[in-house]
């Protein structure tokens, strides 16, 4: 008898939707390479994290009633995206704390609900990926992944797999690159003190790519490091590195 494959959710992002759309390509393969029925809703949007993050509680709540009713009757959410996978595992619970019924759904949804990385390793235990980078990359442990859903090792462990891949650490590579949402916009001076530090920390390396999981966190180091006038580090997903979509 054949094994019915798991059906996993992709919650793609609107920001990858919009800006990078290789990304939810890229996640799509590898989950598709793993082995598992992907489903990726149609009528997608927003998980609802900059309107919470700007204290829109309404708009929020709105947000993530449509997804948890486009995603419930999966097995696994996957999001190629620490910060929008924190959103739904720790913040929906809290968004319906006043609403018992609704929380309870939050809830269950956010106990599937995954990082890209955190389910290949954690759940799926992949051990072989599609991608065939060659080249040295040092890594940026996004802060919502890293500090909200323990997201550290998962990728590095799935780079070690790739032959052709030398990971150059980093100093400091937890440390926020000044993105964080609404704050780069709100506080531009500072957010620029902190991407600069960053962007020197990567370029210390002497890396051709710096690779990481968060797509805003992306454009904000590629943004610096290309006023700065480097055009030769690549900034890449490590979806796409994975998947060889790079």
């Known amino acids: 008898m054949t094994k019915e494959k798991m059906r996993v959710g992709l919650f793609v992002t609107c920001l990858v939707d919009l800006m990078r759309p290789r990304i939810g390509f890229a996640a799509l393969r590898l989950l598709e390479a793993a082995g598992c029925e992907v489903v990726v809703p149609s009528t997608q949007t927003c998980c609802g994290q900059p309107a919470f993050n700007s204290g829109d509680t309404r708009v929020a709540?709105?947000?993530?009633l449509k997804l948890i009713a486009e995603f419930e009757g999966l097995e696994y959410v996957v999001v190629p995206s620490g910060s929008c996978?924190?959103?739904?595992?720790?913040?929906?619970?809290q968004l319906?704390?006043?609403e018992p019924a609704v929380a309870a759904r939050a809830g269950a949804l956010a106990a599937r609900t995954f990082e890209l990385t955190d389910f290949l390793v954690s759940v799926?235990?992949?051990?072989?990926v599609p991608g065939d980078f060659e080249g040295t990359v040092t890594y940026h442990d996004s802060c919502s992944g890293l500090r909200e859903l323990g997201v550290k090792a998962q990728p590095r462990a799935l780079l070690a797999h790739m032959p052709g891949v030398e990971l150059k650490e980093m100093a400091a590579s937890e440390e926020c690159c000044g993105f964080g949402g609404m704050f780069s916009v709100k506080f531009g001076d500072i957010s620029t003190r902190i991407v600069d530090r960053k962007c020197d920390n990567?370029?210390?390396t002497g890396a051709d790519?710096?690779?990481l999981g968060d797509l805003g966190c992306m454009l904000n180091i590629e943004g610096r490091l290309r006023r700065r006038g480097d055009e030769r580090?690549?900034?890449?997903h490590v979806a796409e590195v994975l998947a060889g979509e790079d």
């Open 85 to 93: 996978g924190g959103m739904i595992r720790v913040h929906y619970p």
């Open 61 to 64: 709540r709105a947000l993530a």
């Open 124 to 128: 799926l235990g992949v051990a072989k």
């Open 96 to 98: 319906f704390a006043d």
């Open 233 to 236: 580090t690549r900034v890449l």
């Open 202 to 204: 990567i370029l210390a």
């Open 209 to 211: 790519a710096v690779v």
